[in-house]
Every structure is written in C-alpha cells, then in structure tokens.
C-alpha cells in the first residue's frame, strides 16, 4: 500500500520568509502525488499534482513543489510566506485499482505565519 | 460552475442514532468519494461510488454505507453512532479514471458530525 508521511505537524515561519514543508512517500509503483491546502472549517483545495513530466510542479498562490524518486520526496516549497498561507497542508498519494483512484492523506502540517 | 455541494453543514447527533449525509458533486464529475476527518488528522478514505455501485472501500466497518443516485449525487450513511464517529465528513468527487490528466478531486466542505 502506498503511504505519505509529513515532517512537522506544526510549522512556523515569519512574514517574507521561504516555507518548506516536508512530504516522503513510500510507493511499488510510480507514484502520483498532491498537496492540498485546507483553511479553517473549509474543506480541501488543490494547490498542485505531480503525474509525469516535469519534476518540478507549479502550482497556485505562488507555491511549488520537487518530485526527487531518489529521495522519495516532494517537498513543497513558497519563496516568501504572506499571512494568508496560514492553514493546513496535507501531502496526498494517488492509488489507481482497476480505475478507481483513490488518495492517501499525510497527517498534516499546520503552517503558522508570524508577522 | 457549482463545486461539490454538502448538507448539511453542521449536525449534532446522539450515541446509537443512524445519520445521513449528502453529497452533490461538481458538474460533469460521475465518481463520488467520501472520507472522515478526524480532528488534527488527515482525511481517512470511506468508500467510492461509480455508476450507482460502491467501487472500493477503506478499512471502515459496515455501519457506514452509501449510495449513488443515477444524477451522480451521493449519500452517506452510519448506524449506531459513536462517539469516535465525531469528525468532519468529506465529499469528493471526480471523472472516474480515464488518464493521467483525471487524478486528484474536487473537495466539498464537508460536514461537522458531533455525537454526543
């Protein structure tokens, strides 16, 4: 079975700085990988997908992210936070069985912007 | 362009009761996914419905069931509740996988169910 596992359930940064919040993936196969946003009693809104291609993935509000299978990670990355990006991210893994997809959810990491 | 529809939003149910929760997915999406979010976790996949037939299932007991109407839309079901059962219930949905361009849904946001 295929897994995600982000580093940090809490993470803070000041205003301007560069966010980096961490996601490693275990997977047999290659592997199909999200990052998600979830603001306050909202639900899930896609910030960006890795499928094929291009290994670094832009996605919106300004944020990116790195697909390293050597590293098996997929980190995502924003080079100045602003105080709007304070949610919840959650790194997510794609399983396809016999065309039905469904997604494997990390445990979060809470992203807190200091002014 | 509607999103994913859910209703209610919020809904506070006793131990033992049944529930139901409903799920309109986005315009021309045909597949409807639940999962359960407990607080401070990420969300625990429930099942998937495609052409009105639950398609896969996670590790969740038969208490919850579903069902899909032929409009696509989508119900969720519990019995006896417990309190364990207290979390945020997600809706998702998407076009049943046809390529590499179909991965990944459209979230609705969710229902509160609080037992008590």
């Known amino acids: 079975a295929q897994s995600v596992t982000q580093l940090g359930s809490h993470v803070s940064v000041s205003e301007g700085a560069l966010v980096l919040l961490r996601c490693n993936y275990s997977?047999?196969?290659?592997?199909?990988l999200f990052w998600y946003v979830q603001y306050p009693n909202q639900g899930l809104q896609l910030l960006l997908k890795?499928?094929?291609?291009?290994?670094l993935v832009k996605g919106i509000n300004g944020f990116e992210a790195e697909f390293k299978k050597s590293e098996t990670s997929f980190h995502l990355t924003k080079p100045s936070a602003h105080m709007s990006d304070a949610a919840e991210y959650f790194c997510?893994?794609?399983?396809?069985?016999?065309?039905?997809?469904?997604?494997?959810f990390g445990t979060g990491t809470r992203l807190t912007i200091i002014p | 362009d509607a999103g994913v529809t859910q209703s209610p939003t919020h809904l506070i149910k006793t131990r033992g009761q049944q529930v139901t929760l409903r799920c309109s997915p986005k315009?021309?999406?045909?597949?409807v996914s639940w999962y359960q979010q407990a607080l401070g976790q990420g969300p625990q996949f429930i099942f998937q419905?495609?052409?009105?037939?639950?398609?896969q299932r996670g590790n969740f007991p038969d208490r919850f069931s579903g069902h899909q109407f032929p409009n696509y839309s989508s119900e969720l079901n519990v019995n006896a509740l417990l309190l364990g059962d207290s979390a945020l219930y997600l809706c998702?949905?998407?076009?049943?996988?046809?390529?590499?361009?179909?991965?990944?849904?459209?979230f609705g946001s969710g229902t509160r169910l609080t037992v008590v």
């Open positions: 998702a949905s998407s076009l049943y996988w046809t390529g590499f361009s179909n991965y990944g849904y459209t």
């Open positions: 997977s047999s196969v290659p592997p199909y």
């Open positions: 315009s021309g999406h045909d597949t």
């Open positions: 419905y495609y052409e009105e037939e639950e398609r």
């Open positions: 997510a893994v794609s399983e396809i069985n016999f065309g039905n997809e469904k997604l494997t």
């Open positions: 890795y499928t094929t291609g291009a290994t």
